[in-house]
């Protein structure tokens, strides 16, 4: 694939005077500058590319512009693909040249480490600091961004791609998957220039979607039991767990307030029987913090029970195993649990409500926020009051508890 361009006067070659050569002989791709008196070779390496036009009938009619780049490190060469969205050869050839002038402008250091390279450095980068739940989201949003605008580059992610991203992606999703994925790319652009592959990340002020905040669901505690006695049915055909493991599974989030991941996180040496306390340790917390939760007697039977059903061989077994790398077949399961209890589809719960009904169902029994806060493991207390209380419990019981004069 090298060519080279020998240059043989004592004239240093500047990028300005590369350009009018470039434009003189179409056969240079990359360039760096290496002059003498003598001859100074211009060999294809990391700076300038000529772009080519072509179709792809088997997937859009649509016209391509096509150019290659370095892979990170300069060890090989990716091919780079770009569609025109445009079918018209003229708007094609336009959007080619543009293209073409603007990476001849650039020295393109900044910035030009192909997207698809920058995912996978970014992803490895987070894997030893963010819990894998977290860096599955980061993982699925940046799936998302690349397959809706296919960009090539780093450097070509500005505001105006993040706002054409969001006005495609609200046509299929609602506004608070659109906001989440927005949040990720903003965590991944912030991180590309701590590190120095983009000089600024493209601002992210105004782009978000306004949300219809609603209250956090709250599960009264006769919908719960509800749940619980359909575990009795024989009509559940569960695929992967069984009724016990359900049932203890639920019994804790409800009362305990647990995350998903801190419960598939535990273990049984982290349940202290004799002083009703589950630890949950700092790897398993999306805070990263280590926090000792209370628990009640009834609690502490159900789990011992469901101890004795599973037989773990050694302290360290989770105390809900679960053997597969993602949680579908989990919400398969609790899918078909909403339908054998017949809830009307406007009414089913998520698992990630019996959080938020833990939270509502302390601040009904008066407890402080502040102590909500610390058994949930938030970081701040206005996470817990903004998005995980739902007060009508709490404001029903406060009218009930004033007394009334009545003459």
Same mark, same amino acid.
């Given at each position: 694939?090298?060519?080279?361009?020998?240059?043989?006067?004592?004239?240093? $070659?500047?990028? !300005?005077?590369?350009?009018?050569? %470039?434009? %003189? *002989?179409?056969? &240079?791709? @990359?360039?760096?500058?290496?002059?003498?008196?003598?001859?100074?070779?211009?060999?294809?390496?990391?700076?300038? #590319?000529?772009v080519y036009l072509e179709k792809r009938p088997s997937k859009s009619p649509n016209w391509y512009i096509r150019f290659w780049i370095r892979c990170n490190g300069g060890n090989g060469w990716k091919e780079i693909r770009e569609s !025109? #969205? !445009?079918? $018209?050869?003229?708007?094609?050839?336009?959007? #080619?040249?543009?293209?073409?002038?603007?990476?001849?402008?650039?020295?393109? *250091? +900044?910035?030009?480490?192909? @997207? +698809?390279?920058?995912?996978?450095?970014?992803?490895?980068?987070?894997?030893? %600091?963010?819990?894998?739940?977290?860096? +599955?989201?980061?993982?699925?949003?940046?799936? !998302?961004?690349?397959? &809706?605008m296919n960009p090539a580059l780093l450097s070509g992610i500005t505001r105006a791609v993040l706002d054409r991203f969001v006005t495609m992606r609200i046509?299929?999703?609602?506004?608070?998957?659109?906001?989440?994925?927005?949040?990720?790319?903003?965590?991944?652009?912030? @991180?590309?220039?701590?590190?120095?592959?983009?000089?600024?990340?493209?601002?992210?002020?105004?782009?978000?979607?306004?949300e219809d905040r609603k209250q956090? *669901?709250?599960?009264?505690?006769?919908?719960?039991?509800?749940?619980?006695?359909?575990?009795?049915?024989?009509? &559940?055909?569960?695929?992967?767990t069984t009724p016990e493991w359900w049932r203890a599974w639920l019994y804790v989030a409800y009362y305990g307030g647990l995350r998903r991941g801190e419960l598939f996180g535990l273990v049984w040496e982290d349940i202290d029987f004799d002083f009703l306390e589950i630890r949950v340790k700092a790897p398993t917390s999306k805070s990263r913090k280590e926090r000792v939760i209370p628990i009640q007697p009834g609690i502490a039977d159900i789990l011992n029970g469901w101890k004795t059903i599973a037989d773990p061989p050694r302290s360290k077994t989770p105390v809900f195993p679960w053997d597969y790398d993602n949680y579908r077949n989990l919400y398969h399961d609790w899918h078909h649990l909403m339908d054998v209890a017949e809830f009307e589809k406007e009414d089913r719960y998520t698992?990630?409500?019996? %959080?938020?009904?833990?939270?509502?169902?302390?601040?009904?029994a008066q407890t402080p926020t502040a102590v909500v806060q610390r058994i949930l493991g938030h970081e701040s207390m206005s996470t817990t009051a903004n998005y995980y209380i739902n007060a009508q419990p709490a404001l029903r019981q406060a009218v009930q508890n004033r007394p009334i004069r009545i003459e």
């Open positions: 694939m090298p060519r080279f361009f020998f240059w043989d006067s004592p004239t240093p $070659v500047t990028p !300005t005077l590369f350009y009018l050569i %470039r434009q %003189r *002989t179409n056969s &240079l791709r @990359w360039i760096n500058f290496e002059t003498s008196f003598e001859s100074s070779v211009i060999e294809m390496q990391q700076d300038i #590319r000529k !025109t #969205r !445009t079918s $018209v050869k003229k708007k094609a050839e336009q959007i #080619r040249r543009n293209k073409e002038q603007e990476l001849a402008a650039s020295t393109l *250091t +900044d910035g030009m480490i192909s @997207w +698809d390279d920058f995912i996978q450095q970014f992803l490895s980068s987070q894997r030893s %600091r963010k819990p894998k739940t977290t860096v +599955d989201c980061y993982a699925f949003s940046l799936k !998302t961004f690349t397959g &809706l046509e299929k999703v609602a506004k608070a998957t659109v906001n989440k994925d927005l949040r990720h790319l903003k965590v991944a652009l912030k @991180w590309a220039e701590q590190q120095e592959h983009i000089s600024k990340a493209p601002s992210f002020s105004g782009i978000f979607i306004k956090p *669901t709250f599960i009264p505690e006769s919908d719960f039991i509800m749940i619980i006695q359909v575990l009795e049915n024989p009509e &559940l055909k569960l695929q992967v698992l990630k409500d019996f %959080r938020s009904s833990c939270a509502s169902a302390l601040i009904a």
